[in-house]
């Protein structure tokens, strides 16, 4: 009978609301993420968490479109790589390929809906079982210390965090990712445009749809852009 209180009680934390945090915290946690997007210093070692949203996004999709996800590797320029089986053409291979830029916009996009709902424990929960299920995927050893220590850096916050950590912990994340998703792609066309990247994503989904490289850069863009406006909109609902 404890047992079973204890599980329900922990239940209902997890999926029931929290208390909307102050404003002041809103906007610190936003402009603290914007500083270290803008930052390169801190933008070289912060967007590792991009990078798992990115690899994360192709793996997610690959499986979904009927793909065989033979693994995921991390590394630690920043750079990484997702390998799955299937069909060379066709809408998986073209949804597989479009994930990657797109994951991080949209999943900050999904997070920002859950603080605007006051779901700020699911948040820090959901996030934790992503990362876990990551983990099963990843082929390479840094891969595997930065997925850890994603996924222990969320579990001892939504743990032993009060509750003002735990906001500030997941604003931050969320805002992170909602600007962290536009700094890829605006360093993509410059790698593209001075030969660095003739392999990239947006270039692959050029030569399976047969819309120019830079369309695709372009989508990419809207995108982030788009989530980021949306997303900031929800974020920004304490102050109003």
Same mark, same amino acid.
């Given at each position: 009978?404890?047992?079973? =209180?204890?599980?329900?009680? +922990?239940?209902?934390?997890?999926?029931?609301?929290?208390?909307?945090? @102050?404003?002041?915290?809103?906007?610190?946690?936003?402009? *603290?993420?914007? !500083?270290?997007?803008?930052?390169? @210093?801190?933008?070289?070692?912060? =967007?590792? %968490? &991009?990078?798992?949203?990115?690899?994360?996004?192709?793996? +997610? &999709?690959?499986?979904?479109?009927?793909?065989?996800? /033979?693994?995921?590797?991390?590394?630690?320029?920043?750079?990484? #790589?997702?390998?799955?089986?299937?069909?060379?053409?066709?809408?998986?291979?073209?949804?597989?390929?479009?994930?990657?830029?797109?994951?991080?916009?949209?999943?900050?996009?999904?997070? /920002?809906?859950?603080?605007?709902?006051?779901?700020?424990?699911?948040?820090?929960?959901?996030?934790?079982? #992503?990362?876990?299920? +990551? +983990?099963?995927?990843?082929?390479?050893?840094?891969? !595997? $210390?930065?997925?850890? *220590?994603?996924?222990?850096?969320? $579990?001892?916050?939504?743990?032993?965090?009060?509750?003002?950590?735990?906001?500030?912990?997941?604003?931050?994340?969320?805002?992170?990712?909602?600007?962290? /998703? &536009? =700094?890829?792609?605006?360093?993509?066309?410059?790698?593209?445009?001075?030969?660095?990247? =003739?392999?990239?994503?947006?270039?692959?989904? %050029?030569?399976?749809?047969?819309?120019?490289?830079? /369309?695709? *850069?372009? &989508?990419?863009?809207?995108?982030?852009?788009?989530? #980021?406006?949306?997303?900031?909109?929800? !974020?920004?609902?304490? !102050?109003?």
């Amino acid at each position: 009978m404890t047992d079973d =209180r204890t599980l329900s009680a +922990l239940w209902e934390q997890v999926t029931g609301s929290q208390t909307a945090p @102050p404003g002041w915290l809103v906007l610190a946690t936003g402009a *603290v993420a914007l !500083l270290t997007v803008l930052a390169r @210093p801190l933008w070289h070692v912060a =967007r590792n %968490a &991009v990078t798992i949203a990115h690899e994360g996004g192709h793996g +997610l &999709v690959a499986r979904a479109t009927g793909r065989k996800l /033979a693994g995921i590797r991390l590394h630690s320029d920043t750079s990484g #790589l997702t390998v799955s089986y299937g069909r060379p053409t066709g809408p998986g291979m073209v949804l597989t390929a479009a994930a990657g830029y797109t994951a991080p916009a949209l999943l900050g996009l999904g997070c /920002a809906a859950l603080l605007a709902a006051d779901r700020i424990t699911l948040l820090l929960w959901l996030a934790i079982v #992503l990362l876990l299920a +990551l +983990l099963l995927r990843i082929r390479n050893a840094f891969g !595997l $210390f930065i997925v850890l *220590v994603a996924g222990g850096a969320f $579990f001892l916050v939504s743990w032993f965090g009060s509750a003002e950590v735990q906001a500030g912990f997941a604003y931050l994340g969320c805002w992170f990712l909602l600007f962290g /998703a &536009v =700094r890829p792609v605006l360093e993509l066309q410059h790698q593209r445009r001075i030969g660095w990247a =003739r392999d990239s994503d947006a270039d692959q989904l %050029a030569r399976l749809t047969h819309v120019p490289a830079l /369309a695709w *850069v372009a &989508v990419f863009l809207l995108v982030a852009l788009a989530c #980021l406006a949306l997303g900031a909109t929800w !974020l920004l609902q304490p !102050l109003q």
